[in-house]
């Protein structure tokens, strides 16, 4: 009996340890992508930005899908998956660049990151995850702790805006989509998922194909070169961290880490750009940081 509870364990352990790692990989390369949406947006309108992104990620992705020759899901799966891309991958990415046209960054991060709340209160419906009273204080606290980053670097305040209304639909396709994507991986391996959702995403944006030929001509080397990366590590790699993650635990505590995403930005836009975070930035990033921690926390877990 000793040498069972001592053996049993490791297992499940270390699947967590794996799926924390890969979802801290995930919210990193996601934090980067304001870094470059910020510069190829000088260049590239919202909805061109979105197709190029997609269409690179599809296409990388879908080379490997081949190689690897896995079968196509379930038509079952595959409608699930299309809903996905439609939701998440394409309607939340030309939401958001469109809103951040129109809401500083900070704002734009405040208003987005109630997503995770919606992603908690639609799994304990749909998925039946609970209503963990540990999950929900960490989310409370990270929101707070955004709150803060977002007062310290918000221009213009919370001002009601086409922007604003923007941002808040922006983050119902992202709770959609993920609350949606959590069941399908129980079936679908994170890189079919990803690369189908991918393509999905592709062909919403499709009507801005044209915009993105007319404005590739005069956009400079270094916005194409964004648009690239934005497609290889956030939506490509970041995705199928992500899916890989979410697989492993449930999708409340997978909402709660992106709320890491508003600090690790700030942190890069120091390194990267030379922006200097206010202190009160920082301390928002702390109380993210400690959110986090209470939310990820293995009593979380159970329903409250």
Not at 105 to 126: D, H, Y
Not at 191 to 219: M, Y
Not at 271 to 278: D, Q
Request: aromatic letters at 8%; a positive charge; one cysteine or more.
């Amino acid at each position: 009996m000793a040498t069972v509870e001592t053996t049993v364990p490791v297992p499940a352990e270390r699947e967590r340890l794996l799926a924390l790692g890969a979802g801290l990989v995930t919210v990193t390369l996601w934090a980067s992508a304001f870094v470059g949406i910020r510069s190829a947006s000088h260049h590239l309108s919202p909805g061109a930005l979105a197709f190029g992104r997609l269409s690179i990620a599809s296409l990388v992705l879908g080379l490997i899908v081949l190689y690897r020759q896995e079968p196509l899901p379930s038509r079952r799966d595959l409608a699930t998956i299309a809903l996905v891309g439609v939701f998440w991958f394409g309607l939340y990415n030309i939401a958001l660049n469109e809103a951040e046209r129109r809401v500083d960054a900070g704002t734009a991060a405040m208003l987005v990151n109630i997503g995770p709340i919606l992603i908690a209160v639609l799994a304990g419906f749909v998925l039946h995850e609970g209503f963990p009273r540990r999950l929900f204080a960490g989310l409370a606290v990270a929101l707070a702790g955004v709150v803060v980053i977002a007062s310290a670097t918000s221009e213009n305040g919370l001002a009601a805006s086409w922007g604003a209304v923007l941002c808040v639909v922006a983050a119902i396709f992202y709770a959609v989509g993920v609350v949606a994507q959590k069941p399908v991986l129980a079936r679908v391996s994170a890189l079919q998922v990803t690369w189908l959702a991918c393509t999905f995403g592709a062909v919403v944006c499709l009507p801005f194909a044209v915009s993105l030929g007319h404005e590739l001509s005069d956009a400079p080397a270094s916005s194409i070169g964004w648009m690239v990366y934005l497609a290889i590590a956030p939506m490509a790699i970041g995705f199928l961290t992500w899916g890989y993650a979410l697989a492993r635990t449930t999708a409340g505590r997978m909402g709660s880490m992106t709320y890491l995403v508003p600090p690790i930005a700030v942190l890069l836009g120091w390194l990267i750009l030379a922006e200097s975070p206010p202190t009160l930035a920082l301390a928002g990033g702390a109380m993210c940081l400690v959110g986090v921690f209470i939310a990820q926390r293995r009593g979380a877990r159970r329903p409250g």
